[in-house]
């Protein structure tokens, strides 16, 4: 799943990174905790949440998320846009909440990110 | 590796005599936004070195939620990343009210921090789990009143 192809589903606007929507997206981790998003998000990953702080954009860069997805409509400060900007890190926004979001990414076929192998 | 690129170095009294590079952050009270800064210039810094992803990925992990104790829970301190050739210390040292126990704050969700920390999506229980998960060697040595030394070390083997 590509990320333009996700814009399409989460009726998503793109809040920056219109350049990268050809970003192959693998998995998909939904949360408002950056602590466990640094814990258990794979590489290469979408995070997905209702926090619009600088954390988040931080956190996507250090896990190399392909892209960030804020739920309910939200949209962090022109600031932390131009930080994801200059990080290459496309920026969504969906008007949907959490869990639809996630239950729409997953019945088109996103999966989760694995704890460990055995999940 | 990245041997060859020592470049950026400088000589050390502190090391023993290996070539090494070494990244310094102030960390203020309150100072949010030098957890992330610092992450990031960390993680530029070493993927410039050559250093394998999840070497790359695992340090930055360390310095984000390390530095975020010491915003949290500390008045102030700094942070020091030292590369060596054959491995990273990432070391924090703070004043501030210290850790009574360290058993019981190195379990998972067990956490101190207060509610602003949290909306923020920090002070879930999460940090030094997560320090010790992303690190070969952890030490913590604390006095309450005091403050804390937090030493946290990745080897970097031909691997990563």
């Known amino acids: 799943m590509k990320l333009k192809d996700i814009i399409k589903v989460l009726d998503a606007e793109v809040l920056c990174g219109e350049h990268l929507l050809e970003r192959e997206v693998e998995t998909g981790f939904g949360c408002d905790l950056m602590s466990e998003m640094l814990a258990f998000a794979n590489s290469h990953t979408l995070l997905i949440t209702s926090l619009t702080n600088e954390h988040v954009i931080h956190t996507a860069e250090i896990m190399d998320a392909v892209g960030v997805v804020f739920v309910g409509g939200k949209r962090p400060a022109k600031e932390i846009i131009r930080k994801a900007e200059l990080n290459n890190i496309p920026l969504l926004s969906t008007p949907f909440l959490m869990f639809k979001c996630c239950g729409l990414l997953f019945v088109n076929g996103l999966k989760g990110c694995m704890r460990d192998a055995t999940q | ?160």
């Open chain 2, 1 to 160: 590796m990245y041997e060859g690129r020592y470049s950026m170095n400088r000589p050390d009294k502190e090391s023993e005599s290996k070539p090494q590079l070494k990244l310094e952050f102030k960390i203020g009270e309150k100072d949010f936004s030098v957890a992330g800064d610092a992450a990031s210039k960390v993680k530029k810094t070493l993927q410039q070195l050559g250093l394998k992803p999840e070497a790359v990925r695992n340090i930055a992990i360390i310095v984000y939620e390390a530095v975020m104790n010491v915003i949290i829970h500390a008045n102030y301190g700094q942070l020091k990343v030292i590369i060596v050739p054959d491995k990273v210390v990432v070391l924090t040292e703070d004043t501030g009210m210290g850790i009574p126990d360290i058993e019981l704050a190195m379990k998972e969700g067990y956490s101190t921090a207060p509610l602003e920390i949290r909306e923020m999506g920090f002070g879930a229980g999460m940090g030094l789990p997560n320090i010790k998960q992303c690190s070969h060697k952890l030490n913590i040595k604390s006095q309450v009143g005091v403050g804390t030394v937090l030493e946290a070390i990745v080897y970097l083997s031909s691997k990563n």
